[in-house]
């Protein structure tokens, strides 16, 4: 069969694909990535072929912009809000009509739908496998008769966070609007696709996130194992001797990629952890980008700088990593068993973090409050208490229990053989 792959512009949300596409590709099917311009060398970098389809979007830009904006005007809307007394149509309104969808969701899907329709229906995929954001991969299935999921890079705000709009929305007046519905069938409407609830959701959702960390949703979910993908890596030399560990054991600092390429840098002091670690019989290893590294004033003597070293290389090495909760960081790590400190800010962060934390295989200390000593702190916990590293390696046989990509193969065969529909003329 065909199988084409859509993301938008965004590397860490297309990296998590690859292997997945890979088992398909090996396996004998056909394999296309369509993006965005902007994603072309990273998608070929990964041996797989790409399509260039519309624009580049814009979504950094507008990033940078708000970031500037009145610091005294209302909160920006959380997709990970589930506290029901939040959760009033004044703010789902707002987050919906006003953010969500002109300033992220049409940011990243508009500049690619006409021309990613095209291709579908020149290509004719029998399944296409979607971003959770990128809308686009939804409509363009439709359009061509394909069978469409949803593929997930971390938990499933996405499809949370739409239940609650629909469930508070259904108790207003008639006449309040949806826009995602709204925008996704006026694009449809010019392919001759009625919208649909499976264009927010997919006909069906693979998710590599474990049982025991997903979010309990009414949705039909595809369990697949972790398999880490950085992209290109290599091992270094310092790497092919283990540490002398537990005697004086090896833990990373990462802090992950996007924090400096896509955003406005970390939200921690860097300087402040890695000094308060330093009299510590540990061996840091402190993955930062090399301007990242000149700003520091002075690196204790147990401290490794690196602008890059494959995470699914070091981190077995590891007895602890210090990270920000990014779901590509704390999957990868978890697949190793390996406790994790996590400082979360952001987004998913601070959920994965908490659940992860909850199943005992981690602490959390939220980005406002990581200061150098009480990091000191809890990493100290990890290392001294035996009780994490044994929740770490539950969880690591929970996702090493979950099928690999190329065992999803075949159920992925008999799911676009059960949804694949007529094209629209």
């Not at 301007?291 to 490794?304: D, F, I, M, T, Y």
């Not at 210090?322 to 697949?335: E, K, L």
């Not at 100290?380 to 999803?408: D, I, K, V």
């Amino acid at each position: 069969m065909r199988v084409l792959f859509v993301s938008h512009a965004e590397k860490t949300h297309f990296l998590g694909m690859v292997p997945l596409a890979w088992a398909l590709r090996t396996a004998g099917h056909e394999v296309r990535v369509a993006s965005q311009p902007e994603l072309t060398g990273v998608i070929t970098g990964a041996g797989l072929t790409a399509v260039p389809v519309g624009g580049d979007h814009m979504l950094q830009q507008l990033i940078t912009h708000a970031n500037g904006l009145d610091p005294d005007g209302p909160p920006p809307f959380d997709m990970a809000e589930n506290r029901p007394e939040r959760l009033t149509w004044e703010y789902l309104r707002r987050g919906y009509h006003d953010e969500l969808v002109p300033w992220w969701w049409r940011v990243v899907n508009d500049p690619m739908i006409g021309e990613l329709t095209a291709f579908c229906r020149h290509w004719r995929p029998d399944l296409v496998i979607w971003e959770p954001a990128t809308y686009a991969g939804a409509l363009a299935a439709k359009a061509c008769g394909a069978a469409h999921a949803r593929m997930l890079w971390s938990l499933d705000l996405f499809a949370r966070m739409r239940g609650h709009y629909l469930r508070v929305r259904q108790e207003q007046a008639p006449h309040e609007r949806d826009a995602l519905a709204e925008w996704l069938g006026a694009r449809g409407a010019k392919a001759g696709v009625a919208f649909s609830e499976d264009m927010t959701t997919g006909q069906f959702t693979i998710d590599h996130t474990p049982t025991s960390l997903r979010l309990d949703l009414p949705h039909t979910y595809v369990p697949l194992r972790y398999v880490p993908y950085n992209g290109t890596a290599v091992v270094p030399s310092w790497l092919h001797t283990p540490p002398s560990a537990p005697s004086r054991p090896r833990v990373c600092l990462t802090l992950g990629t996007s924090a400096t390429e896509r955003l406005d840098g970390y939200s921690v002091d860097v300087q402040d952890i890695v000094t308060h670690l330093g009299d510590l019989d540990i061996e840091v290893v402190a993955t930062l980008p090399e301007k990242q590294q000149a700003e520091l004033s002075h690196v204790p003597g147990n401290v490794r700088l690196v602008s890059f070293v494959p995470l699914h290389a070091l981190a077995p090495t590891c007895s602890a990593v210090i990270d920000h909760g990014g779901p590509g960081t704390v999957f990868t790590v978890a697949s190793h068993g390996v406790p994790q400190l996590m400082i979360p800010k952001l987004f998913d962060e601070p959920v994965l973090a908490e659940n992860l934390a909850a199943r005992g295989a981690g602490l959390v200390l939220h980005a406002g409050d990581a200061d150098g000593p009480r990091v000191r702190e809890h990493l100290l916990r990890l290392l001294g208490e035996p009780s994490f590293a044994e929740a770490a390696g539950r969880l690591q046989a929970e996702m090493e229990a979950m099928p690999t990509p190329n065992e999803l193969v075949g159920e992925l065969e008999r799911l676009t053989a059960e949804h694949r529909g007529t094209v629209v003329s």
